[in-house]
């Protein structure tokens, strides 16, 4: 079995060529209406996405604060509210520095 997978290994070329090298991505495909419409549905889904994070947020808290009451306290409700706040808070973050997480993704690569 281990001479089949040598073998197989010496006969792969050493380098893949890098079949995108060169190729940069063009958006305005379809003219500037189309591009118009597709940044407006992508600022649409954006603006949102923001909104249903708000929205978790705001449920987080008051269950936090639902969950923390001087007559009932209940210890494992608050941590369901701080959980949901605390990831309704990132998803917020990364929503807010979404240009700027896409920005850097991209500088990186390449």
Do not use: C
């Amino acid at each position: 079995m281990n001479d089949l997978i040598l073998t197989a290994a010496a006969r792969l070329p050493l380098a893949v060529q890098n079949p995108l090298n060169g190729i940069i991505p063009d958006f305005s495909f379809g003219g500037t209406e189309f591009t118009a419409l597709w940044q407006k549905l992508i600022a649409a889904i954006w603006g949102v996405a923001i909104l249903i994070a708000i929205v978790y947020l705001i449920v987080g808290v008051v269950g936090m604060a639902g969950a923390s009451g001087d007559v009932n306290p209940n210890p494992q409700q608050h941590a369901v509210g701080r959980k949901k706040a605390l990831w309704a808070l990132v998803a917020l973050g990364a929503l807010a520095a979404l240009a700027l997480i896409v920005g850097a993704v991209l500088t990186f690569a390449g």
